[in-house]
């Protein structure tokens, strides 16, 4: 399928139209094996930008055949080791830490979901499925860069319940500060770190569009995790995961869309 409207291709007819029989052969493999709605093809300036969860290629049909036929091993051995390990009964939480990690940023939290939905996780206490759990959202730089993105961590935040241990050192309530579209999970207790991600959002373009400067007075039980953070330094992250809210009126704007370049 092509959409001419926004110079994106999906699927592998699409490809086979599209372009080179050669180019075709080459790839056909690999994105057979992958769930049509997972991967796309989008215009770009120096061609047709490909987007995959095992490979993200900038130049998807190259004269140079010999580097493409490595982009393309590359892509089907971390499928290959993603489905090795997962698919073994006897891998432990940190195996599938690893086998996760072979799948892009962009799209490791839906292979999260579909691990902890698909598989059969009763081997595992509730710590360590919240231990794969903060692992995979810390490797993350934008967990929760769309609505789609938010939706799986929805989900995966409800898998198992949070242990207490995750939030015993947190006081009972407090303030915390987000810069960035306000139905985050990803909050701080540093205003100085919101006021960064800000504005450092600014230079980022993601599909929401909405960088705001938020405030918001939280309990512990509303807390997921944290990263560890001492609250009272002020040059560290002190990354405050909350989970999903549905009343975000009690969000106060301190700052709207930062857009300076």
């Not at 080459?26 to 997972?38: G, K």
């Not at 006897?90 to 292979?111: L, M, Q």
């Not at 999260?112 to 995979?136: A, C, H, K, P």
């Not at 599909?207 to 309990?219: A, K, S």
Request: net charge negative; aromatic share 16%.
């Amino acid at each position: 399928m092509k959409n001419e409207m926004s110079g994106q291709m999906y699927g592998t007819d699409s490809v086979k139209q599209s372009f080179s029989k050669e180019t075709y052969e080459l790839w056909y493999p690999y994105l057979s094996s992958l769930d049509e709605s997972d991967w796309y093809l989008e215009s770009a300036d120096m061609g047709w930008y490909l987007k995959t969860p095992f490979y993200v290629c900038s130049n998807f049909e190259s004269d140079n055949h010999k580097d493409m036929k490595r982009y393309v091993s590359t892509a089907q051995h971390k499928m290959n080791e993603y489905h090795r390990i997962v698919c073994n009964k006897d891998s432990d939480i940190n195996s599938i830490y690893t086998a996760i990690c072979f799948v892009e940023k962009w799209k490791r939290e839906t292979y999260l979901l579909r691990y902890l939905q698909t598989f059969n996780i009763e081997r595992f206490g509730d710590d360590e499925v919240w231990e794969l759990i903060s692992d995979i959202w810390s490797n993350n730089e934008f967990p929760c860069h769309s609505y789609v993105a938010r939706t799986a961590w929805k989900k995966i935040f409800k898998i198992r319940p949070r242990p207490k241990s995750l939030v015993s050192h947190l006081p009972d309530v407090m303030t915390v500060y987000r810069g960035g579209h306000p139905e985050g999970f990803a909050w701080t207790s540093s205003k100085k770190t919101a006021e960064q991600f800000h504005q450092r959002n600014s230079l980022w373009s993601f599909e929401d569009d909405q960088n705001f400067l938020c405030q918001r007075t939280i309990t512990r039980d509303e807390v997921a995790f944290t990263d560890g953070s001492d609250l009272d330094v002020d040059y560290c992250e002190n990354e405050i995961v909350l989970f999903p809210h549905t009343d975000w009126s009690k969000n106060i704007i301190l700052k709207d869309n930062y857009y300076q370049r």
